[in-house]
Structures are given as C-alpha cells and as structure tokens.
C-alpha cells in the first residue's frame, strides 16, 4: 500500500441551499455531492439529508456516481442537501483503472468543453517532452506549468466556459483549471477525467483532474498545482463538467434563482 | 390511374383538413405549411420489393447490434473496425446510456431509411434515422382517402395492403412493454408531426399524452388521466428527442420531457422507443461504416449499397475530396433536414476556398459523396401535365420479435425541378409508394 502512511482521517460537511424568488413545486431534482469508497478514501460515516420531505433515491449513473434524487410535490421557496459523515483520505495515492464502465477511450476524446482552439493548440506546441518522459511526468509537467500562463480570479468565467475561452482569457477558477488541463492531457492522448469533491480547507466544492497513468487514476490539482493526497474527499467524476452537474432541478414556477455552498472539511485525531 | 388524378384536388384538401400539415421553426417562427400530396404513385414491383426488403432487414439488424455494442462492450471499436473518435465524439453518443440495456436489448425499434434510385436502376442507401423518424402517416392516410376516392384501382392493381402498419406497430410496443399500458409521448400541438402523433395513437390504441400527464414514482412510469388516475406505463414510444425526455439526465432545461423516466428505464420498468442514444449510429460519419458493420456483426455482405462516400478524415480520402471536390456533394454530418449540405459545384471560388479551408481545419465534422444522378418520378404538375422531379423513398422497418419492412413508405420528391433536396421541411411534397403483390 502505497502512501499507508498519510492517511487523514475527515471529518466532512456538505451543505447546498437553493433559493427561489417565487414559489415553486413539482419539483425534481438530482444531485451529484454524495462520496463513495474507492481505493483512495473510505467513507466510515455518511449522513444524508434533505428539506422538505423530499422522497429520495439513490442510484448510480453511468460513472459509477452516486446520484441522489427525487421529488418534492409541495410548494416552497426554498430547498437544502445535507451531507455529513467521516472519511479516511489518501489511503492509496491512485485508483486502479477497471474496464467498466467505459474503458478508458471515453475519457481520451476532447469533448464540447476541452475542445482545444487556437490558442490552446499553441500554448501545447510550448511543451517538450523527453524521450523518458512516461505518462505520469507529462501530467506531471503539464499541471506543474499552467500556473506560468493562467491565474486564479473568480467572477471572470461563466458556469458554460469551455477551456478554450478560459484561457485566452488567462484567469479563471478551479473548473477552469481543470478543464485546460484535460484539454492539454487528451492532445497528449492521454485519458483524464474531470473530478468534483472536497478539500481540507476549501469552503465550497472543488475540482480537479485525473489522468489515466499506466493502469492507474493519478489525481493533479491544477488550481493549487499540488498532487491530490490525503486531504481530498472525491464525490463524482466525468468527462468535464457537464457531467458532474451538483444539482439539477426542474419544477413549475420560480423566478430567480439562487444557489449557495458550504463545504467543511477538518482533520480529526484517529483513534485506534 | 385517371381516377387518382381526378380526385388529386379533394384528396390535398381533405388532407389538409385532417390537419396534414408539416410545422416548421424558421428564423424563429413558426409556420404550418401543407404537405402536397402527388396523386401519382411510386410503384415497387414485388421482386424489386423483395430484394429492398432483404437489404433493410439486414442493414437493421447490423445497426442494432452496432448500439449495443456501443453501449455495451465496444467490441467493433477496440478490434478498430471504427475508429473511437467516431465514436465517442459523435454529439449521438450519450454517456448516460452506456451500460443500460433496453428491454429485450432492441434499440430501434422504428427505423426511417432513406433510399433513392439511380439512372442505372440500382437503389443507394441515403441515410438511416434510428432516433425519431415521421413520416409513416403520410402514406397511411392519403392510400385512406385515395381508396375511399377510387376502391377499384388498388384491387385491380393488386396493391399490397398498407393498413398493416398500426399492428405492426402495436406489436413492437408489445412486444418491448414491460407491463402496462402504451402510450404516445408528443411535445404536443405545435410539433411539426402532431398530426401523426395523434394517428398513430388512434390506430394502435396507445394513448396520446405529453409529459404534462405522465409522473415517475419510485421508478416506474405512470400515466395520469383526467380523473387523476395513475395507470402503470410499460413502453413510451416517445416523439421527441433524447436531450428533451428527461431533464434530470439530458438537457436540464427540457419542460416537455419526463423527469426521471431515465431511472425507470434504466431499471426496466419501461421501454422507450426508440431507445435513447441511438443517434451515435444515424450520424452521417458512421453511415460510412455501415457496409463494414454487417460484414463485421453478420458475416454478411451489405445487399443495399451505400452511396459511394468519402472520409475527409482518411487521408486518402481528403485527396480525393479536394481533386474532386466539383463532383462531389459535401454533407455536415451534425446536421440533418437536408441542411449542411454543400454541392462542391455551387460555390463560387471564394466561398470554395474558404470551404476547403474549414474541411482541412475540420475533416471529421464532413463526408462527401458522388452525386447519384436520381431516377426522376413524374408528378403532376400545372394543368394536369406530368413533369419529372427526384425522389427518395423512406422505407419503414420495424423491429419487434423479427425486423420486418412494411410494404409502403414515404416517397418524397423536390417540387423545385432544379433540385435534389426532397425533405419535407424544405418544402417537398409526398406520394403513396404501392408494393405490388404480385
């Protein structure tokens, strides 16, 4: 086992709150915010809740995520996801790739939101590999240099942003980072896959990157140039962000909308 | 054939008042217009018949085991019969139906191909519509008024019945329902095939709904009527488009799909028909690999051709592209209706650069294909005067227990004489096509 020896034992909170201006019902909803075991993390306590009496389900969707839905009949303005529990974080450094569901040739096509223009074609063209350089070095290199042409600001990319558009534009957030990053991978050839979860210290949801190393999931966080380790909790992973939608809501009425996150994420002592 | 003519003009008016009418959004506005009907029939001899039929039993057959392959275990793309960027690229392919089998694993049930006639008598493959292909109505409703107009010509002609769609129909929701009743999902009034939707239901005894009255429960599919009743559906053969049928899985802005009939799919308390993801084999780039795919699933050689077709994406094929680019008929393959499509001859010399520019930039997005100099049908044009114009025909196969062809099909052609496109939408009319019986 490699890495045994930082495991970090997470205490987590997930709260979503959506707000609407004018009366709403009918409403269904899904939502992708509920982590599972993998060979990375174990979740040893996982609470769910939501308002309203909404009657809920959970199933899995074609990533192999939990998605949590269901459907709320009576009118409200206004509606939560609770997600809470324990987890042991960085128990491997990496996750086995398994053939199912996809095999990895998903994950090498360039999708509506990676679809690299211009200016990512060239900023590619700047990257030199050796010779020796295996997969994981490329990644590697690649993550550890968006930092010189992209920056973080917030406010500046839109939900829909592809990483083309983010990077011309040179700033933008973690999605945006990660979406540069798998553009940058895939002209590599190489599988990555687009990941949402929680980090130590972050107070909303984060995003990240998996790239496919030989036979093996590596994470790279592009927005803080780090390797993923025992400090993140995984809820769901895609081929960009349109796959990992945290919630997605159809109702009758409304008005405005509003949308807020808290994340918590604390280390507690392991007790043996 | 006199006594057709005769009544050609209440015949075009009965149709439109049966509300036969084909709606159409164009620069944002909606406009109904009327589906001309020609009184001058296509006439299939039973041999000719035969044969078509053969080849789109098989070419069905190919294409349903090709999208469960693709959702399946992509067999055809790792021994790389196709390569996988046409695959997984294709705006068809839809994640969320990997891995989920349909009930008794058929994916298109109602396939829509489109065939024309060359010159030199041999039939080409145009185009398959595996997603939501209209058109079978048409036919069913003007052969309705044309032997109510004239009963003697269809027995002395002997004309193969065509009233038999509605049971085919009926069996192949049968033959997929997982247990209650059936039911028609239109978006509704201002659909472009409305008139159908309604038809349809009438003659196979589906019930007419929209996503209004049907609710998902604990993953099953339930139908509402006007009492409040829930009835249990056991298949929804939908009439609108995969990104619109569930707002929780496709497009999140969709108020004409059904939230959450994706799960009861999935778990297979209902069929949808046609299967959602289907549009990964009706792209115009995989057209190509058809003939590939029934020697590769069947073991078969393709009985119908396709229309000889180039891959921008073959290097070899670009070559051949650009040094014939004149000749050739350059299709967008994201787009269908018989838009994006580009005569290589028509552009003047700029936009023929620019053209070529984007087909290097791009060469994934196009296919080309030799112009097939149609066998023209004659119609009847002003004054009772029979005058040629092209025509395809949509062949309707259905698979249920086995695939089967119906003995009709929407013949379209191009009012404009100058024209090869047929599509309804660009303003095309229809015959009735008769299959003799003998």
Known sequence: MRGGDIIK??????????TYSEEISNHNFSALCVPQDTQRQK??????STDKDAVCQITNDSFLNKKLYGKIKAPHTSFGIHISGTADAGIDIFEEFTDYPFGAIIYKTQTELTRPGESLTRYHKHFTFEESDGVYNRALKIMRDIPNVFSYNSGSTHIHETSESAFTLGKGVCQDYAHIMLSLLRMEHIPARYVVGMMLGEGSSHAWVEALCSGYWYGFDPTNNKLVNDEYIRMSCGRDSSDCSVIKGSFYGGGVQNQSESVLVEEIDVKD | MNDLIKNSETINRLLARYGVKFGIYKNGEFKEQLFPFDPIPRVIKKDEFSYLEKGLRQRVDALNCFLSDIYGKKQIVRDRIIPEEF?????GFLAPCDGVSPPKNIYSHISGIDLVQSKDDNWYIL???????SGASYPLIARELQRRSAPDVFTDNSITDNRNYAELLKEVMDNVNTGG???????????????????LAEKTGAVLTTGKDMVCENDNLYYIDYNGKKQRVGAVYRRISDEYLDPMTFYEESVIGIPHIFEAYKKGNTAIINAPGNGVA????????VPKMIKYYLGEDAVLMNAPTYLPYYEEDMKYVLSNFDNLVIKDVAEAGGYGVVFGSSLTSDKKSDFIEMLKSQPRRFIAQEIIDFYDLDILGENNVRVPRKADLRAFVLTG??????????TRFSRNPDSFIVNSSQGGGFKDT?????
């Not at chain 1, 979740?43 to 769910?48: A, F, P, Q, W």
């Not at chain 2, 227990?401 to 929407?410: D, H, I, M, P």
């Open chain 2, 434 to 438: 008769w299959v003799l019986s003998r």
């Open chain 2, 127 to 133: 185009e398959d519509n595996l997603r939501v292909p």
């Open chain 1, 43 to 48: 979740i040893l306590e996982l609470n769910i």
């Open chain 1, 9 to 18: 034992r997470l205490k987590f909170n997930y709260d979503l709150t959506a």
């Open chain 2, 401 to 410: 227990k086995t695939t089967k062809v119906w003995a009709s099909g929407l």
């Open chain 2, 282 to 289: 009706d792209d115009k780039g995989i057209y190509y690999f």
């Open chain 2, 87 to 91: 695959i997984f690229s294709a705006k």
């Open chain 2, 181 to 199: 009743i059936n039911v028609i999902l239109s978006p509704g009034r201002y659909n472009a095939a409305f008139f159908e939707h309604s038809y």
